[in-house]
Antibody
Framework: EGQLMQSGGGLVKPGGSLRLSCAASGFTFTTYSMNWVRQVPGKRLEWVSSISASGGLIDYADSVKGRFTTSRDNAGASLYLQMDSLRLEDTAMYYCVRDKRGYDPWGQGTLVTVSS | EVVVAQSPGTLSLSPGDRATLSCRAS??????FSWYQHKPGQAPRLLIRDSSNRATDISPRFNGSGSGTDFSLTIDSLEPEDSAVYYC?????????FGQGTKLEIK
């Protein structure tokens, strides 16, 4: 049913940048839209961004619009999240997910900590 | 934005019991509704899509129902491994939004 393996993340200062990657395997990557979902510790899950199967349609939550950029490499079956101008409130576990009328599967998650 | 409210916040039950978790959306979302199980240290897992369709390899003990604004997830014959936080999600409107979670404890 597919797997998603994430990399990137870590500790960054406010105003800094990070890039998250997500490598897909076990399914036809080019036929699914992909998303990023995050969870601030102790809070509910929050949708962050969506990219269509072709990469032609991209959308963002208002909280990250203008600062985050989602892209995909269909030839390499990979998804990316470029995070710029990071804020303290962006501290969260970030998950890449496939959209199959529900988010399934989920990557293992990568922790992003924004702290001075 | 569609607000999704989950209840109860915490549910404490015994092995063999039935659990009923509820979600209410602030507007009609049809049957575009999902449920997820999230255990500590693991990624969330899709249980139910389209309100009532179990995802691949999900036990028939998990059942979803509802449409419009009111949805429920029932878990029959609770097992210790069912201890987790359960989230619901509406996906009829963008942004897709989640409930605040129900923590299920198996005593």
């Amino acid at each position: 049913e597919g797997q998603l393996m994430q990399s990137g993340g870590g500790l960054v200062k406010p105003g800094g940048s990070l890039r998250l990657s997500c490598a897909a395997s076990g399914f036809t990557f080019t036929t699914y839209s992909m998303n990023w979902v995050r969870q601030v510790p102790g809070k509910r899950l929050e949708w962050v961004s969506s990219i269509s199967a072709s990469g032609g349609l991209i959308d963002y939550a208002d909280s990250v619009k203008g600062r985050f950029t989602t892209s995909r490499d269909n030839a390499g079956a990979s998804l990316y999240l470029q995070m710029d101008s990071l804020r303290l409130e962006d501290t969260a576990m970030y998950y890449c997910v496939r959209d199959k009328r529900g988010y399934d599967p989920w990557g293992q998650g990568t922790l992003v900590t924004v702290s001075s | 934005e569609v607000v999704v409210a989950q209840s109860p916040g915490t549910l404490s039950l015994s092995p063999g019991d039935r659990a009923t978790l509820s979600c209410r959306a602030s507007q009609n979302v049809g049957t575009y509704f999902s449920w997820y199980q999230h255990k500590p240290g693991q990624a969330p897992r899709l249980l139910i899509r389209d309100s009532s369709n179990r995802a691949t390899d999900i036990s028939p003990r998990f059942n979803g129902s509802g449409s419009g604004t009111d949805f429920s997830l029932t878990i029959d014959s609770l097992e210790p491994e069912d201890s987790a936080v359960y989230y619901c999600e509406q996906r009829n409107n963008w942004p897709h939004t989640f409930g605040q979670g129900t923590k299920l404890e198996i005593k």
